[in-house]
């Protein structure tokens, strides 16, 4: 093959492959880019929907959400699930990863797996319902059974203190299994044999999970970091079934807050200006954690 | 080199999901929308010379297949109309409006349409339906047929005393109680004028100290606490569409319920389902309109175990009256037979289905009062009808939107302890004031 043939190869190869990116391409370009874009110039305008007609107001959108305490009271909101929810469903799903990785016999692994991993498999509508139920203040299950202990009362979805818990509750239940099943994954690539030197070696079961499991698995453990924590800053179905953000605004999320004021107020030019500091966040906190990273994360 | 790239690849995929992260968080609700059925009575889409009308209904599979054989009927006499039907499910009627604005933003804009009261002024104030005195006026069954609908429900569906849709189907609030309860505790049944004073000292005798049993089950939602101002004499907006959300009647009504709530004659009205609470025997008072009424009597609720009784009053004998109407589009695709479609979804057959569906209660006097449609549980079911003709509309004005979620969320701190009655509904109403401008 001589060299000029080669290098006319190589060009056909890689028109073939920008080819086949370009499907994609176009999918983030119009569901993606150019939405981001659009929703970037909403947020300067005042933006009136029955008519379609926009007016450019700079940015007085902003400055309304930045003196409104309820964006304020979300953003808290927000920050506080993004915190709790990640490491709700990244610490659970770790311990229910390596309980049922291979302590017990194959069978009964399997069957826990199915268990844990179900809620995720479920519509969180249907279960909502039964959730509520639960958490009723004077007739839940919950209550009654807190009762037999001797508890008071707990106003779970009546106490502005407790309903950002319910909340809690409800989204481990609901997407711990998937963290599970994704961190199973790389704990069953942990080579068996090291694990087997370190018991010989004396290392007693908190350390052979410290200083083996977890920096093998832990690329599996940041991709699921990653995806809890932005799954918990776009937080909305949760609250929405269990809550709807109340009482009051105890515990609604800044998603909760954009939905509310673009399709109940039908106000897109704030909406446009929260959802733009929402990206914000995520793209701070996003940044944060690849930099943050490089001390835990250990490629192999 | 490698690095370099492979560190320029990294970023722009790490920009990809920065971005795909954000475009989910702007489309939040999307989901809530995504549940709508559409239904085409003609899937045959003609062969281009028939024309298309499109209805936007509300409602459940029952509602959908009601207007269906609504539009079966049509369709004999015009086979060569296509009317298409979508039916969503409304919790919230800015759902509504947005999903009709999509259809009118992308060329579909919906002909006739079934719009709930509290989406009327809003559809009015943005010129999105026609008034229909003219052609009410021309027809005679429709002139015959506005002369049975209760004075009230007609004043809710006009703006400027001009009227803008026809009532399919209307709700309202009554107090039903549980008679065994009352006979247990040698109590007289409550008579429609009774004061809340004696709904108070009724409730609080019949309520249980170990938690088993509430006098009254309090409901915290828009429409369900209504009847508490109404029969105050107190509203949410003044005879000029602004708002009174902290005018003296209001807040001494919601004093009274956080009394209620405080002295534990109510469970906690933001979770408890207090429906299911009253058919187990577990409230002895529980106000609703018809649409519970199904519900309590496959629960085993028979004409001995409860009956129904006019809101207590205060200042004023009143209720709440909701409710929907068909009502034609700005610009039908075609206004003549957008009118005859009209017509149908109000005729007399498609007016008897919807009462038998069980929900509503009809809008005119004659079905509401047939024991053959309304059935004869409780006892006196004919008050739901007497309820309508004393009631005030729900409070929908063209902000009704923002109205409700801030009122809401006001009731929520003031039942959660987090605001006095007086401080929560001052905020609420220096928030709708800033949110209309």
Partial sequence: ?300 | MKSRMKKLFALALAGTMVFSMAACSSGGSSDSSSSDSSSSSDSSSSGGEGTTLRVLNWGSTVEESIANDAIARFNEEYPDVTVEQTCVPVTEWSDFIQKWITMTTSGEAPDVINLGLEAAQMAVENDLIQPLDDIVSGDEYLTQLKGEFAESLLTGFSVDGKLYGLPSGTQTMVMYFNKHMFDDAGIAYPEDGWTWDEFYDIAKQLTKDDGSVYGYGLASAFFQLTPWWTSNGAYLTDDDGNPTVNSEGMVESVEFLKKLVDEKITPDPISSDVYTMFSSSQLAMVGAGRWQLDAWQDAGLTNDDFDCVQWPVNKEESSVYGGSAWCLGKNPTNQDLAVDLLKEMVSEETMKATAAGGQQIPPTESLATDPEIMGTTPDNISGLWTAITISKPVCAPTYFGDLQTTFTRAMEEVFSGAQDPQAALDAAQSQVESAIG
Avoid at chain 1, 29 to 55: A, H, K, M, R
Avoid at chain 1, 99 to 127: E, G, H, M, Q
Avoid at chain 1, 168 to 182: C, E, P, R, T
Avoid at chain 1, 194 to 205: K, R
């Fill in chain 1, 1 to 300: 093959m001589s060299g000029k043939k080669k290098k006319r190869k190589n060009g056909k190869e890689t028109r073939a492959a920008y080819l086949f990116a370009l499907p994609s391409f176009i999918g983030f370009l119009g569901f993606v880019l150019i939405p981001v874009i659009w929703v970037l110039v909403t947020s300067f305008q005042d933006y009136n929907l029955f008519t379609g007609e926009s007016t450019f107001t700079g940015l007085s959108n902003y400055k309304e959400i930045l003196s409104d305490g309820r964006s304020l009271t979300a953003l808290k909101n927000t920050i506080w699930y993004t915190i709790l929810c990640s490491i709700g469903n990244t610490g659970v799903g770790l311990i229910l990863a390596v309980l049922v990785d291979d302590i017990l016999p194959k069978k009964v692994n399997v069957f826990f797996r199915s268990i844990y991993f179900f809620p995720s498999l479920c519509a969180l509508t249907f279960v909502s319902i039964i959730w509520q139920a639960f958490f009723q203040t004077d007739s839940g299950l919950i209550n009654y059974y807190l009762g037999l202990f001797g508890i008071s009362e707990v106003g779970w979805l009546s106490s502005q203190s407790m309903s950002k818990i319910a909340v809690l509750i409800l989204d481990v239940w609901k997407n711990a299994g998937m963290s599970m099943l994704l961190i199973l994954a790389g704990l069953q690539n942990v080579d068996k044999g090291l694990l087997e030197a370190a018991q010989i070696d004396g290392a007693g079961p908190f350390q052979r999970f410290r200083k083996i499991i977890v920096p093998l698995a832990s690329p599996q453990i940041f991709f699921v970091l990653i995806m809890n924590v932005t799954g918990a800053l776009r937080i909305y179905e949760s609250i929405y079934v269990l809550t709807g953000g109340g009482p009051g605004d105890s515990s609604r999320s800044l998603v909760m807050l954009i939905a509310e004021k673009g399709f109940t107020s039908f106000d897109y030019g704030v909406a446009s200006a929260l959802s733009m500091l929402l990206l914000v966040l995520i793209a701070i906190v996003t940044f944060i954690q690849f930099v943050g990273s490089r001390w835990w994360v250990h490629y192999e």
